[in-house]
Nanobody, 122 residues
């Protein structure tokens, strides 16, 4: 039974930082990719970043490149999203999800964490 637990969200001022964590259990960590998605009110869920844990390759949404860093710790079965230089437009519920490819669509990710709220004030 695949389980993902997202945490680390909060309220931060513009320019600040947060680190999100996604703890995974119930599957072979390196057999999957782990992605972070976000969904703002009234908007569609979008992929933010993804990591192929077996080789460390990463993908980033253009607006977060240079500000967000995704990493994984296979010993802890945890994926992190370090978010720096946060902007009000980063405000959303952030979800982690497991899938087979970082280039898949939202619907291709079949295991999801519960979401953690990130709010960036101006």
């Amino acid at each position: 039974d695949v389980q993902l637990q997202a945490s680390g969200g909060g309220l931060v001022q513009a320019g600040g930082s947060l680190r999100l964590s996604c703890a995974a259990a119930g599957f072979v960590f390196d057999d999957y990719v782990i992605a972070w998605f976000r969904q703002a009110p009234g908007k569609e869920r979008e992929g933010v970043s993804c990591i192929k844990t077996s080789d460390g390759s990463t993908v980033y949404l253009d607006p977060v490149k240079g500000r967000f860093t995704i990493s994984s710790d296979s010993a802890e079965n945890t994926v992190y999203l370090q978010m720096n230089s946060l902007k009000p437009e980063d405000t959303a519920v952030y979800y982690c999800a497991a899938g087979s490819s970082c280039h898949g669509r939202v619907r291709d990710f079949n295991s999801w964490g519960q979401g953690t709220q990130v709010t960036v004030s101006s």
